[in-house]
């Protein structure tokens, strides 16, 4: 008898309950699109803040001493170095497939034919490695440095191009010295001379604007620097740091063995810092802390605003559901005056109700759920230019939310339908 009730009441009030599950597959698709994004936009955003460039340091540990006690800027000397050969093993830490670009830096003072000393630095710019894996990478600031603009000629080709004395310039280097793409510039080092030719000019709108930057064994050999560099910029997917971050980057000794295990196991930029530490000789890596700080900062106020668009969605959904289930009590009042007439106790009558509005959730839920999913996919093409992955745990949350959206909306009418007298409905209703 309790099935066909609801059978009838399913089929008599269809609209309403149309209605109710439409509300609830707005609130359902709103809440799993914004879940299944919160939950991937990490990866995302970091992906999106690596194409402005790295946010590691790597640079010698005696070095980093010196520019703390002495304030040493960069360029400037100090005699301790990184081995070139080491730098495939950074992709052999536990967090290797975090690693979206790095390169290494050489910067020696070159003189020029007029006497005038200018910076030139060497580093990779498509450079492609054999990995100590087996896997092969192409490095270089050509990613690492995408902003850089090209304002004649083209980026500089490591695997085209088997001329060691090619180079770019700077625009404000270029623009003193009255250079452009295609011509030449002599430099003289301290053990060998170099006769590059301009490949590019581009404008980075810092201090690299009045530098040249050339293949890294070409400056090495300016000053016989052979497997040496000075510096080491990581690009790397992190995860914003916590209070555990905080502490294991000021003294990861101070960690418990669980603290550690997390720590060490989770993309913090300083767990991962650390990592580096482990593979490269003598080596201090530090994260970029403005950089480091922007992407806590923009994935906070980011989840924040998925939450605040779910809970408004969802409060939404609660107040639609509310207003139909408080017109369907009202519609049926003399039906359900008259099962109260008969015997029915209230915990029957709100219990048939309750079941009613709950199969009608579930295919609201459904649907909304699958609606959002593809709401989802929408915007990670549209923001992010990829797929938004299904994270299991979102199917759960969903379905909770749904149920405690259903239950905050019928309980106004549920009350009502409590405070229904048999003699004054019927009596109504002649």
Not at 22 to 48: C, H, P, R, Y
Not at 182 to 190: N, T
Not at 395 to 406: K, S
Request: charged share 20%; proline share 3%.
């Amino acid at each position: 008898m309790f099935f066909r009730m609801i059978k009838g009441t399913l089929l008599r009030q269809w609209k309403k309950m149309l209605m109710i599950a439409f509300t609830i597959a707005l609130g359902a698709s709103l809440a799993a699109a914004m879940l299944s994004v919160m939950f991937d936009v990490g990866d995302k955003v970091n992906q999106e803040l690596k194409t402005y460039g790295a946010n590691i340091t790597v640079v010698p540990k005696s070095a980093s001493v010196l520019n703390e006690l002495y304030e040493v800027e960069d360029g400037e000397g100090t005699g301790a170095y990184l081995r070139e050969d080491e730098l495939g093993k950074i992709k052999t830490i536990f967090w290797a497939f975090n690693i979206v670009d790095y390169a290494p830096f050489l910067k020696v003072s070159g003189e020029l034919d007029d006497g005038s000393v200018i910076t030139v630095v060497g580093s990779w710019f498509n450079h492609h490695m054999e990995l100590p894996t087996g896997e092969q990478l192409d490095a270089g600031i050509a990613s690492l440095r995408s902003w850089w603009e090209i304002q004649s000629g083209e980026w500089l080709d490591e695997q085209s191009n088997e001329d060691a004395e090619i180079a770019m310039i700077g625009s404000a280097l270029a623009k003193k010295l009255n250079l452009s793409a295609g011509d030449s510039i002599h430099v003289k080092g301290s053990t060998g001379e170099k006769n590059f030719r301009i490949i590019g000019v581009f404008d980075a709108g810092g201090e690299e604007d009045d530098q040249i930057f050339a293949p890294l064994n070409t400056v090495q050999a300016l000053e016989d620097l052979d497997g040496c560099i000075d510096s080491i910029e990581v690009s790397a997917l992190t995860t914003p740091d916590n209070e555990l971050a905080e502490r294991a980057a000021k003294d990861p000794s101070s960690l418990t063995v669980a603290q550690y295990e997390i720590w060490y196991c989770t993309a913090y930029a300083s767990s991962i810092c650390y990592q580096i530490q482990e593979v490269i000789t003598d080596s201090v890596a530090s994260p970029v802390r403005q950089v480091a700080d922007s992407e806590g900062a923009i994935m906070e106020k980011t989840q924040l605003l998925m939450i605040l668009i779910t809970i408004l969605s969802l409060i939404g959904a609660a107040l639609g559901i509310c207003n139909l289930v408080t017109a369907s009590v009202m519609e049926r009042s003399s039906e359900i005056g008259l099962m109260k007439a008969i015997g029915a106790q209230n915990g029957a009558i709100s219990g048939l109700v309750l079941t009613e509005i709950f199969i009608t959730a579930i295919f609201g839920g459904i649907i909304g759920f699958f609606a959002g999913f593809g709401f989802a996919q929408i915007i990670g093409h549209t923001v992010f230019g990829s797929a938004i992955a299904l994270r299991p745990v979102v199917i759960p949350i969903v379905a909770i939310l749904v149920i405690l959206v259903t239950l905050a909306g019928s309980i106004p009418a549920i009350r009502m339908l409590l405070r229904l007298r048999p003699a004054e409905v019927l009596h109504g209703g002649h």
